[in-house]
């Protein structure tokens, strides 16, 4: 034998086979078991360490996971408030929009009786009637009276009448109603005001 023979080497062949060809069984390789995670680029991960971890996470779980469960949870709470309020906010434009459209009638309606036309038990008084309860039922609320204190939100001044000894501006006439639905204001109350004399 030469010296070129002496430091000729066999080959080494390992077997990293996951199943055992003779038994038939899964192999693990060593620390396979623990819930270690592994050195990076050494060993690969099982699905048994997998669910090892997650059975270990799921009995202790960690801060980090409640505080996530916390967040979630808050945040679901405030999309079901913030879905609950545009709800109402959609139901209550949709509304707004079909009494918008009755509303000269109910006008009609305040004028007639003013004239004394919706006096007795007529046909005419008992319609009134049934109107102004359905827009009732709807939620539309009137407003809007004589001697109620001028509030520029919610009247539209259409004439402005000093009188002597008036301390505030008030209302002493109202030539249209005015209406709320909710929270949403359908239409001003056009009026007439008494203010104090310069």
């Avoid at 079909?98 to 109910?106: C, E, H, N, Y």
């Amino acid at each position: 034998m030469n010296d070129k023979d002496e430091e000729h080497e066999e080959p080494v062949v390992r077997d990293k086979r996951r199943i055992d060809p003779e038994t038939g069984e899964a192999r693990h390789p060593e620390g396979a078991g623990s819930t270690e995670s592994a050195p990076e680029g050494d060993e690969e991960l099982f699905v048994d360490d997998i669910l090892a971890a997650a059975e270990q996470e799921a009995d202790d779980p960690s801060s980090e996971h409640l505080a996530d469960l916390k967040r979630i949870t808050a945040e679901y709470a405030n999309y079901r408030k913030r879905t609950e309020a545009n709800r109402e906010v959609e139901r209550e434009r949709a509304v707004k929009d079909a009494v918008t459209v009755i509303l000269p009638v109910v006008d009609d309606l305040d004028r007639a009786q003013k004239h004394g036309d919706l006096d007795g038990d007529s046909a005419f008084s008992t319609i009134a009637a049934k109107l102004r309860d359905a827009i009732a039922k709807l939620g539309l609320t009137p407003y809007g009276e004589v001697g109620d204190v001028f509030d520029p939100q919610r009247h539209q001044a259409i004439f402005q009448q000093p009188v002597p000894g008036a301390t505030e501006t008030t209302v002493i006439d109202v030539v249209e109603v005015g209406y709320t639905l909710g929270s949403t204001q359908v239409r001003p109350a056009k009026v007439v005001v008494a203010t104090p004399e310069q």
